[in-house]
Each structure stands twice: as structure tokens, then as C-alpha cells.
């Protein structure tokens, strides 16, 4: 089985950071109470030179934050489109980005719902258990406006989920009770300072790592 899939589909290999990110700028990641993340974006329209430098800042910002997925209103840009690299339960290993994203409705009686820790980096440092189906399948465009459609399983279909999620201005707070949501916050105020200086520590170490002086690590 390939071990490695970009866009969806199987390669022979691939690099440890996806070329758009050696292109990319660190952009600064939104938290839990703007309110770009609390309502629905707005969908892509243009396709182009400014698109695709926005997905190559994306995919440096999620590298540096330690990310397997990252959405666009997390780094304050109010449209539809996520980015992600993310393994899954397997071990193989996803990279792409949607545009226009749309998650497609699961036969109840196909799907089998896992209880497990989910963070996110507009949420810094909190998990907390997060019920999502172990099947996603989501279809939207790449930044050509092609058709895509990106099918996951186990860790990689919480990510579809949940950056589908983010683009319909929710978050997975948003799916706890009253309690556990303020132990979330709860976390979040004790790591807060923590994963900041880690991701800061992140940036100065992949300065180098993005250099096109420096080829790509596999």
C-alpha cells in the first residue's frame, strides 16, 4: 500500500515539508473568540497567484504550530479552504488542501463513531475527547479549480472533519457540554505561554529547513 498520499492520490514519495511551504510566510494563527472563527466563510471565487500564496502561508504556519491541519480563517482570511498533513490510524501519510470544502453525509448504519483527543491550534494547549465519525469523505477543488475529492479514515478523517468544521465557523469546542469546555479553556490557560514559545522556537528552526538554498528532507 502506498504510504504516502498528496491531493488524494498516491506518489512514490514526498518530502518532509510540502514544497508550498518552503514558498510560504508564518502568519499569525486566530483563537477561540474572534470572530472570523465563529461564522461561515465565504467560498472561493477567484483562482489564481494570490490563492495559492495563501495555501503556501498556510502550510508553513501548520508546520510551524506542530499542525496536521490548518484552515484559512485560522490565519484570518474569511474563506473556504484548509490545508492539511496528517496520518492516518495506518501510518500513511496525507498532504494536500480543499478548496470550497463540503463533507459528505455518512449512512449511519456505515459509520462508527470514535471518542478520541482532539486539539486545535486556534485552541493552544488544550485536548479533550471529541466524538467523529472514523469515515470522512470530502469533495471540493484544488487551487486550479479542478474537482477533488479526498476520502480518510481513523486520524485523518477527524481531520477532514474537523477543518470542515472550522470552515462552516465552528469549532470543536463547540461540540463539548457547558463542562467540558471550560476545562478546555481551563487547559488553555495553563499552556498558553508554553505552545507559543514552542512555535516560536518552530519558526527559528525551520528558517533554514524552508531555504531554497536547502533541498527538501525526506
Known amino acids: 500500500m ?14 518532509r515539508l510540502a514544497p508550498e511551504a518552503r514558498r510560504g ?12 472563527l465563529h461564522k461561515s466563510c465565504r467560498d472561493v471565487t477567484e483562482f489564481g497567484p494570490d490563492l495559492a500564496a495563501l495555501i503556501d502561508d498556510m502550510f508553513l504556519t501548520m508546520y510551524v504550530a506542530d499542525g496536521a491541519g490548518l484552515a484559512a480563517n485560522q490565519v484570518d482570511v474569511d474563506l473556504r479552504l484548509f490545508v492539511y498533513d496528517c496520518l492516518d490510524d495506518d501510518g500513511v501519510r496525507h498532504v494536500g488542501h480543499i478548496v470550497n470544502p463540503v463533507l459528505e453525509p455518512l449512512d449511519p448504519t456505515e459509520r462508527r463513531l470514535l471518542d478520541e483527543g482532539e486539539g486545535c491550534l486556534s485552541v493552544p494547549g488544550a485536548v479533550m475527547d471529541v466524538p467523529r465519525p472514523d469515515r470522512a469523505v470530502v469533495r471540493g477543488l484544488d487551487k486550479d479549480g479542478n474537482p477533488l475529492t479526498v476520502e480518510g479514515t481513523g486520524y485523518f478523517a477527524r481531520c477532514l472533519a474537523h477543518e470542515t468544521d472550522h470552515v462552516s ?9 457547558g463542562r467540558e469546555r471550560k476545562e478546555a479553556l481551563r487547559q488553555v490557560a495553563d499552556r498558553r505561554d508554553e505552545v507559543f514559545a514552542r512555535r516560536a522556537a518552530k519558526t527559528e528552526a525551520l528558517k533554514s529547513q524552508v531555504s531554497p538554498s536547502v533541498p527538501p528532507r525526506l
Open 2 to 15: 502506498p504510504r504516502v498520499f498528496v491531493q488524494g492520490r498516491p506518489v512514490d514519495s514526498y518530502p
Open 25 to 36: 510566510a508564518v502568519r499569525r494563527i486566530t483563537e477561540v473568540g474572534e470572530e472570523v
Open 169 to 177: 465557523g465552528h469549532v470543536y469546542l463547540d461540540r463539548l457540554s
